[in-house]
């Protein structure tokens, strides 16, 4: 039987368009898991625990090799934070602060608008300029969002505003879009052992959160609930560690450019998941976000930007 485990584990990581498919999944699971999650646990304490199994895991399984190449790690410690918190335990609290406060199928459709804030990060940072056929694929991807937002209505915003739910969720891509720009300039380290001391950091800097949240809640504080704690384990191994080894894995096989495309997929997966298993609404204006958002990434992923 572990012959057969191993064989068929190995014959997976080498099949990259899987491995990246399977990312992608699972990074939509997490829409859907912040969804059910609702009353059953606290998003600080979701981020804690996810890091307390994620950060647990990881070092059962790397720790050593974590100490052996810490020479190699240790100078560049103070990007590996910053990475961590915008990428990670930051990007994770904006996350399910959103998923409390808006449906799964916005979530989703909002999470596809992290490409255009890698294009505009990297603007803002290295003076990657943005060509023109790229500049219409952000606006595409923002008016996207907007029609999100606002509930197919964008031309109405000043009148309705905006779901306090769906903005939080744009912070959240923002951070993990300053985090990938991170990425393109990460330290000199196998994947694995980067991502395992960024688990490490992730955990350290949501305990003081979560611990706050205890000390400071005025209406009294509410344990987690086994249903929660069950969801924040399925939330730590699925979305964040085999997601986050496959697409690795995926970027080694085929490059980062064309395993990022894979990316893409999470909106459309979230969506679905979100109709099937939570039973939400998909409306028109959702469809018509949906197409815009794609659209836009896949307009601006046509022509490489030109640096000055």
Request: hydrophobic fraction near 55%; charged fraction near 10%.
């Amino acid at each position: 039987m572990s012959a057969l485990l191993k064989k068929s584990v190995d014959g997976l990581y080498a099949r990259p368009y899987h491995l990246l498919t399977l990312a992608a999944v699972f990074w939509a699971c997490n829409a859907i898991a912040g969804q059910l999650a609702r009353g059953e646990i606290t998003a600080m304490q979701h981020v804690a625990l996810r890091w307390t199994f994620g950060a647990s895991i990881m070092w059962a399984i790397y720790g050593r090799d974590v100490i052996r190449l810490w020479h190699a790690a240790r100078p560049r410690m103070w990007r590996i934070t910053i990475m961590s918190i915008a990428g990670f335990s930051g990007f994770n609290l904006l996350f399910y602060l959103a998923s409390f406060r808006t449906s799964g199928v916005n979530v989703g459709i909002l999470q596809g608008s992290v490409p255009v804030f890698v294009i505009l990060f990297g603007l803002l940072l290295h003076r990657t300029w943005i060509t023109p056929l790229q500049t219409l694929g952000v606006t595409g991807t923002l008016l996207g969002v907007a029609v999100v937002a606002t509930q197919g209505t964008p031309w109405l915003a000043l009148e309705i505003g905006f779901n306090n739910g769906d903005l939080i969720m744009l912070a959240a891509c923002a951070s993990y879009g300053f985090y990938a720009i991170l990425l393109k300039n990460r330290p000199d380290l196998p994947g694995a052992i980067l991502f395992t001391l960024m688990s490490v950091i992730a955990l350290l800097t949501s305990i003081p959160l979560a611990l706050a949240e205890a000390v400071l809640s005025n209406h009294g504080y509410a344990a987690p609930s086994m249903y929660g704690i069950i969801l924040t384990l399925f939330v730590a191994i699925f979305p964040g560690i085999l997601a986050q080894q496959f697409f690795l894995r995926g970027v080694d096989l085929i490059g980062p450019q064309r395993a990022g495309i894979f990316t893409n997929l999470v909106p459309v997966f979230a969506s679905a998941l979100a109709v099937l298993i939570l039973g939400q609404v998909f409306a028109p204006y959702h469809a018509l976000a949906l197409g815009l958002v794609l659209g836009g990434i896949w307009l601006a992923q046509r022509s490489p930007a030109a640096k000055t």
